[in-house]
């Protein structure tokens, strides 16, 4: 089953519109997608994601709701020109779900999983890039245990660098884990290789790099009154998004609507276990330029 991340939290302080203009720029599977156009009637939301597969998927959960989503395939950077190509300047709201998808993570063959065996993959958009097997392979011991402690904050980056390093070549993902849980001992309830294959998926898609994108580029496509909700899974994304939600407020262009992250509630937590690193937080543009939509602002109101 398919569960979308803090979804009332969401659409809340989305504030849907009937009439709306809104973009899912991580639609995964159309959780979110469909919560936001169940709401709509003359509006429609975009559904926006770097991977064409998760895209399709997204596109056949939401059939009965078709007529109200646009589907687009691109990534953050690219969010401008996605709704360019639909004849707006501005949307009323902006979702941005930072999980890895339901999806991703249990087929093997898109290699993000260490509970099953399946190629170093990790690529959102397999026809771009390099792929995880590459960085293992090939990149150098100490690049590999600054890439895993700065993206994955795994301690014990060094010894894992070392022996991926010395078991090299690395064939497969269950290769890897086994290599990972070799190297780190299992604290809590993290497996020893969550971190790792973390940072790798982060790397392998540049993330870091996506999120300022996003970051940057979202409050520049919301309407005055327009809304953006960010929900991210690790700490490092979180940080990012609070300084930059932060500075907007100082500068007089955003209103915080959250002063503090919002996390799942026990109840939530209970039912989706992934959901329990969640944190979301948003923030209401108090500024904006010419029409509420641009162009075509008459359309929808």
Same mark, same amino acid.
């Given at each position: 089953?398919?569960?979308?991340?803090?979804?009332?939290?969401?659409?809340?302080?989305?504030?849907?519109?009937?009439?709306?203009?809104?973009?899912?720029?991580?639609?995964g599977l159309g959780g979110h997608t469909a919560l936001i156009a169940a709401r709509l009637?003359?509006?429609?939301?975009?559904?926006n994601d770097r991977d064409a597969q998760s895209l399709e998927m997204a596109r056949q959960n939401t059939l009965a709701l078709a007529e109200r989503i646009?589907?687009?395939?691109?990534?953050?950077?690219?969010?401008?020109?996605?709704?360019?190509r639909e004849g707006f300047e501005?949307?009323?709201g902006l979702l941005a779900d930072l999980g890895v998808s339901r999806y991703q993570l249990t087929a093997p063959e898109r290699g993000f999983s260490f509970l099953s065996d399946g190629p170093l993959d990790m690529r959102m958009d397999p026809t771009q890039g390099m792929t995880a097997a590459d960085l293992v392979n090939h990149n150098a011991e100490k690049a590999l245990a600054d890439l895993i402690f700065q993206l994955g904050e795994e301690r014990g980056a060094r010894k894992v660098a070392r022996a991926i390093v010395r078991a090299r070549p690395i064939r497969s993902t269950l290769h890897l884990a086994d290599v990972?849980?070799?190297?780190?001992? +299992?604290? $809590? *309830?993290?497996?020893?290789? @969550?971190?790792?294959?973390?940072?790798?998926?982060?790397?392998?898609?540049? !993330?870091?790099?996506?999120?300022?994108?996003?970051?940057?580029?979202g409050p520049e496509i919301l309407a005055e009154g327009g809304r953006m909700v960010v929900i991210s899974?690790?700490?490092?994304?979180?940080?990012?998004?609070?300084?930059r939600f932060r500075e907007l407020a +100082?500068? $007089? *262009?955003?209103?915080?609507? @959250?002063?503090?992250?919002?996390?799942?509630?026990?109840?939530?937590?209970? !039912?989706?276990?992934?959901?329990r690193s969640a944190k979301l937080r948003a923030i209401e543009i108090v500024e904006g330029e010419g029409n509420r939509h641009g162009d075509h602002a008459g359309i929808f109101r």
């Open positions: 089953m398919h569960f979308p991340v803090m979804a009332a939290e969401s659409i809340e302080l989305l504030a849907v519109r009937p009439d709306g203009i809104f973009l899912d720029s991580t639609t009637e003359s509006g429609f939301v975009i559904a646009r589907y687009h395939h691109g990534t953050f950077g690219e969010l401008q020109q996605t709704v360019r501005k949307v009323d990972v849980e070799r190297a780190v001992r +299992r604290t $809590g *309830r993290l497996h020893p290789a @969550t971190r790792t294959f973390m940072a790798l998926r982060m790397a392998v898609n540049d !993330e870091p790099g996506e999120l300022d994108r996003l970051l940057e580029t899974f690790m700490s490092i994304d979180d940080r990012k998004v609070k300084v +100082r500068q $007089g *262009r955003a209103r915080l609507l @959250t002063k503090h992250p919002l996390v799942p509630g026990d109840r939530e937590t209970a !039912e989706n276990a992934a959901s």
